[in-house]
């Protein structure tokens, strides 16, 4: 199994540096965009040393219509340079036919969303000759529909093609937001999808937690991992720190979390 | 007339805090409004106002978070306030295109302008009204141009640059010692 870090400027020393126990970095496609030939060479050192995976924030596959194609292009690009393993993307909409929403929303669970999502998955992973894999998200507000979020995703997988990136962190903070099980709704996804998993502290304020990406790993999520562990042949584990970098020894503890992870499955 | 898919409804309500008021308190009205295709009408009623608010403010918090990124020291200088200044009216309109976050920086400085012209960082400023401009030159003399060699604020001149081909450059020239 690949332990490794969503790769961001701010680490970029300390990788360089090469610490023990990352041996795989995703890459954020829409960090790459703009950065033209600095950034494909700096992919390209990337790719010598570590096992890469390219992932996207603003593809939007649950908006109804095209996708945005010069997005798709940009990805397709970064996608090239950084040849990785497998890309991913979220299970939600960002942008809508009137504006851009800068951020991940949830897609109602319908038949109508599943076709508009498994089309726009099929078309980003043809495009990028790449496997896809497809992330659940955190969100405030809950669509209550016919589908089960377990049955979309399960389905959406089946159609599609795509694996799952099953984002723990995401999971808890959802369980304790709308107050569901967290290992009943595990174990309602079939455990072929799940291929990658993401994990980063959650925080919490008043009665509702959020995924600032900023918190250290608590112990009730590794819990919850070693649970996704034991359920499912996941081949990588990504800890994804986006705010509040701490130092390269506090850095270590938390890949060390994560190493213990892998080496306990 | 076209029905509105969900999708297109939600972002709606999530861009516009006026939209979530009205749906709190007259939820059917608001989706009739919105024309929301009545097969869709029940998903729509069934979400919780306040679920919707907490969801609105995670993006708020992201647009925020652009403009901190391009005024950090007028966001420093206003402390605890720097969020709630924002918030009070960015929940009521959204910037659109892909200068959006300098559009957001802007307006939220015009509007400090008025009630905490203290807290503006000039020189940040300057940077975001050069970015959404078109001149290709533009000379500001400041007294509070940061000197990270100095660890101060010096008096000295801000220049700004547009290249031809690549964005924008900026220079800074200090006086005296």
């Not at chain 1, 969303?113 to 992330?135: D, F, N, Q, T, Y």
């Not at chain 2, 500001?140 to 964005?167: F, T």
Request: charged share 25%; net charge negative; with cysteine.
């Amino acid at each position: 199994m690949k332990i490794g870090l969503g790769y961001r400027r701010e680490l970029s020393a300390w990788i360089d540096s090469g610490p023990p126990g990352v041996s795989c970095l995703e890459i954020t496609a829409e960090h790459f965009y703009e950065s033209g030939e600095a950034g494909r060479e700096r992919l390209g050192q990337l790719r010598g040393r570590f096992q890469l995976y390219v992932h996207g924030l603003g593809l939007s596959l649950g908006t109804p219509g095209p996708l945005d194609p010069e997005r798709m292009e940009q990805f397709a690009r970064v996608s090239a340079a950084a040849d990785p393993a497998w890309i991913s993307e979220h299970v939600a909409f960002t942008r809508t036919s009137e504006g851009d929403l800068g951020h991940l929303n949830p897609v109602p669970p319908t038949k109508e969303s599943l076709a508009i999502l498994a089309g726009h998955a099929r078309e980003v992973s043809a495009r990028c000759g790449k496997p896809l894999l497809l992330e659940n998200i955190t969100s405030h507000f809950r669509w209550e529909g016919k589908l089960t979020e377990t049955s979309f995703l399960n389905e959406l997988c089946a159609r599609s093609g795509c694996g799952l990136l099953l984002d723990v962190t995401n999971l808890y903070i959802n369980s304790r937001n709308h107050h569901f099980d967290a290992l009943q709704w595990l174990h309602e996804i079939d455990p072929r999808h799940i291929v990658e998993l993401h994990l980063v502290g959650y925080s919490q304020a008043g009665e509702r937690y959020f995924d600032d990406h900023a918190q250290p790993v608590q112990g009730e999520l590794l819990e919850l991992a070693r649970e996704v562990l034991a359920h499912a042949p996941v081949r990588a584990i990504i800890l994804e720190r986006d705010e509040d970098f701490p130092g390269p020894e506090a850095m270590a503890v938390e890949i060390s979390k994560l190493t213990a992870l892998g080496e306990r499955n | 007339m076209n029905a509105t898919d969900l999708i297109t409804a939600t972002g709606r309500l999530l861009r516009d805090g006026k939209l979530r008021d009205a749906f709190a308190v007259a939820p059917a009205a608001v989706a009739g409004e919105l024309g929301v295709r009545e097969a869709d009408q029940s998903m729509l009623l069934a979400l919780a106002p306040a679920d919707l608010e907490a969801q609105a403010r995670v993006l708020l918090r992201k647009r925020f978070g652009l403009v901190r990124r391009l005024l950090p020291m007028t966001c420093a200088r206003l402390g605890d306030q720097a969020w709630p200044a924002f918030f009070a009216w960015g929940r009521e309109g959204w910037p659109e295109g892909e200068e959006a976050g300098y559009r957001d920086a802007d307006e939220y400085a015009q509007r400090l302008a008025a009630n905490r012209p203290e807290a503006i960082c000039r020189p940040e400023w300057n940077r975001v009204r050069f970015a959404l401009g078109s001149r290709r030159l533009a000379l500001h003399w400041l007294r509070e141009l940061p000197n990270s060699v100095h660890r101060r604020s010096r008096w000295g001149c801000q220049i700004l640059v547009r290249g031809r081909v690549e964005g924008w450059h900026e220079f800074v020239v200090f006086l005296g010692l």
